[in-house]
Nanobody, 126 residues
Framework: QVQLVESGGGSVQAGGSLRLSCAAS????????MCWFRQAPGNEREGVAV???????SYADSVKGRFTISRDNAKNTLYLQMNSLNAEDTAMYYC????????????????????WGQGTQVTVSS
């Protein structure tokens, strides 16, 4: 049974940093395609960063240059380093996993991810 558990969220002032973690279990983590999504109240869930099993990454334009996604396959853990946070980054953050490689055009489409964590809240005050 695939399980994803996020942690590391919290409250921070604008300009600050946070690092989110997602602990995975129940599957061969290293072979899975992983993504961080976020959802603010009243908004659709949107993808912000993805990482393939080979370590290649891609980012949404809104976070490019500020967020870094990484994975530690030995620890079965996914990370999201978030710097220069602003109020627009306030949201619930979710990690998601797919056992299939996802085409570039679909990388941020939530329908392609079968497994989800429960989320961790990030609140940025200005």
């Amino acid at each position: 049974q695939v399980q994803l558990v996020e942690s590391g969220g919290g409250s921070v002032q604008a300009g600050g940093s946070l690092r989110l973690s997602c602990a995975a279990s129940g599957y061969t983590y290293s072979s899975y395609y992983m993504c961080w999504f976020r959802q603010a109240p009243g908004n659709e869930r949107e993808g912000v960063a993805v990482i393939d099993s080979d370590g290649s990454t891609s980012y949404a334009d809104s976070v490019k240059g500020r967020f870094t996604i990484s994975r530690d396959n030995a620890k079965n853990t996914l990370y999201l380093q978030m710097n220069s946070l602003n109020a627009e980054d306030t949201a619930m953050y979710y990690c998601a996993a797919s056992q299939y490689r996802i085409s570039w055009w679909a990388r941020f489409q939530k329908a392609f991810y079968a497994y989800w964590g429960q989320g961790t809240q990030v609140t940025v005050s200005s």
